[in-house]
């Protein structure tokens, strides 16, 4: 069993009662591969600025931090 499955089955997702899952397992694993894909994302962005802000020689990377931020917040309202 893969921990994703693992957690699938600890967020109460798949029981035996008459209660159904929000979604099934595929459909569970997906949403999951999704919130992954976009949270490389935001990390790529912040790797990037944190980069450009070292060779630029300067320390401001507030901005693009806060890009990113906004980035995982609209997934996590999305999702």
Not at 47 to 67: C, H, M, Q, W, Y
């Amino acid at each position: 069993m893969t921990k994703l499955e693992i957690f699938y089955k600890n967020c109460g997702a798949e029981k035996d009662n008459e209660q159904k899952p929000l979604m099934d397992k595929d459909g569970f694993v997906n949403a999951v591969k999704e919130i992954q894909v976009e949270i490389n994302k935001a990390l790529k962005h912040i790797r990037k600025a944190t980069l450009e802000s070292k060779l630029d020689g300067s320390s401001n990377i507030v901005f693009p931090l806060l890009e990113s931020i906004e980035i995982l917040e609209r997934l996590v309202d999305e999702k």
